[in-house]
């Protein structure tokens, strides 16, 4: 005859306690797996994305700025120009 029970309550309750805590810790190693993942994934396609930058600029605008920036510095040429020939003249005849 049996004597007494083959697993106790409290044989029970420790083993699911135990088994819990397993769970749990293996819940949080699957997610700390998966956040690491998520975030490599994430840092390359970042990078991707800096090397493929959309184009902004084009031709007729880069023609227009350099068409504008040639005409601001001839003018601004001729004005030193005519200011240097006003300096040498008075100088030279006063």
Do not use: D
Request: aromatic share 8%; glycine share 2%; proline share 2%.
């Amino acid at each position: 005859m049996v004597k007494g029970p083959l697993v106790t309550r409290s044989e029970l309750r420790k083993r699911q306690r135990e088994q819990a805590q397993e769970s749990l810790k293996k819940q949080r190693k699957a997610e700390a797996a998966y956040h690491q993942e998520e975030k490599k994934i994430a840092s390359f396609y970042r990078r991707e994305n800096k090397k493929n930058k959309p184009i902004t600029k084009t031709r007729t605008g880069e023609r227009e700025k350099i068409r504008k920036w040639n005409s601001f510095l001839m003018k601004s040429l001729i004005i030193v120009i005519l200011l240097l020939c006003i300096v040498f003249l008075a100088v030279a005849f006063l």
